[in-house]
């Protein structure tokens, strides 16, 4: 039975690796358009939608791993039959570690750097707005008045943020740290498989 539990909380994890891994897609892609969109200066508004995604949307995936905990702890684990399957198994918590610390890095950039630094140069009620627009917090910030109004910010100011380097280097950075995290996601995906089918092969 631990092996038929650890089975399915790895199916769960492909599924989790599957829906969010677009969600950071979408972020990296964001920063790539933004990063290529402000080097040409060829735009009358500010992209306010891409701004949101680089430096305000983020998450965590959650993995379950209490079943995983559970046959490491158990004589199940040392009494597999399959030679590969041990060591696969074995390497999971450090592989989901790998996974999860990225987007936890991710998390606390977000909140000690892009947003502070974000929030200094542009109004930041709008990007908390469309980064969580289709989440549970939408009817919240659609409820906020003049949410939608940058008249704080004229698109002459904004050419002139866009072009320093310093905002440039923080898209990329972003960039780069979502490209990492779904490197990890990718990499993490294929060893959960390969465990899948190996538990599979045990246990029939």
Same mark, same amino acid.
């Given at each position: 039975?631990?092996?038929?539990?650890?089975?399915?909380?790895?199916?769960?994890? !492909?599924?989790?690796?599957? =829906? +969010?891994?677009?969600?950071? =897609?979408?972020?990296?892609?964001?920063?790539?358009?933004?990063?290529?969109?402000?080097?040409?200066? +060829?735009?009358?508004?500010?992209?306010?939608?891409?701004?949101?995604? !680089?430096? %305000?949307?983020?998450?965590?995936? =959650?993995?379950?791993?209490?079943?995983l905990?559970?046959?490491?702890?158990?004589?199940?684990?040392?009494?597999?039959? +399959?030679?590969?399957?041990?060591? %696969?198994?074995?390497?999971?918590?450090a592989?989901?570690? =790998?996974?999860?610390?990225?987007?936890?890095? %991710?998390?606390?950039?977000?909140?000690?750097?892009?947003? *502070?630094? &974000?929030?200094?140069?542009?109004? !930041?009620? *709008?990007?908390?707005? !469309?980064?969580?627009?289709?989440?549970?917090?939408?009817?919240?910030?659609?409820?906020?008045?003049?949410?939608?109004?940058?008249?704080?910010?004229? &698109?002459?100011?904004?050419k002139?943020?866009? #072009? #320093?380097?310093?905002?440039?280097?923080? &898209?990329?950075?972003?960039?780069?740290?979502?490209?990492?995290?779904?490197?990890?996601?990718?990499?993490?995906? %294929?060893?959960?498989?390969?465990?899948l089918?190996l538990?599979?092969?045990?246990?029939?």
């Amino acid at each position: 039975m631990a092996l038929e539990r650890l089975h399915e909380e790895i199916k769960s994890n !492909v599924v989790a690796i599957d =829906d +969010n891994s677009p969600r950071h =897609d979408n972020i990296y892609s964001a920063g790539v358009q933004l990063l290529e969109l402000i080097r040409s200066d +060829n735009f009358e508004t500010i992209p306010i939608t891409l701004i949101a995604k !680089v430096f %305000v949307d983020g998450f965590t995936t =959650d993995y379950s791993t209490s079943a995983l905990t559970s046959v490491l702890n158990q004589q199940t684990f040392q009494g597999l039959q +399959n030679s590969e399957l041990r060591p %696969v198994i074995s390497s999971l918590p450090a592989e989901y570690l =790998d996974a999860k610390e990225d987007e936890i890095t %991710v998390i606390q950039r977000l909140d000690e750097h892009w947003l *502070p630094y &974000i929030s200094q140069k542009l109004p !930041v009620g *709008p990007l908390w707005a !469309v980064a969580y627009k289709g989440s549970e917090w939408e009817s919240y910030f659609a409820a906020i008045k003049g949410l939608h109004e940058y008249d704080d910010v004229s &698109i002459d100011e904004f050419k002139v943020l866009a #072009s #320093s380097m310093q905002f440039q280097n923080e &898209i990329v950075n972003r960039i780069a740290y979502e490209n990492l995290i779904l490197v990890e996601q990718k990499e993490l995906r %294929v060893i959960l498989v390969q465990a899948l089918k190996l538990i599979e092969e045990e246990i029939k």
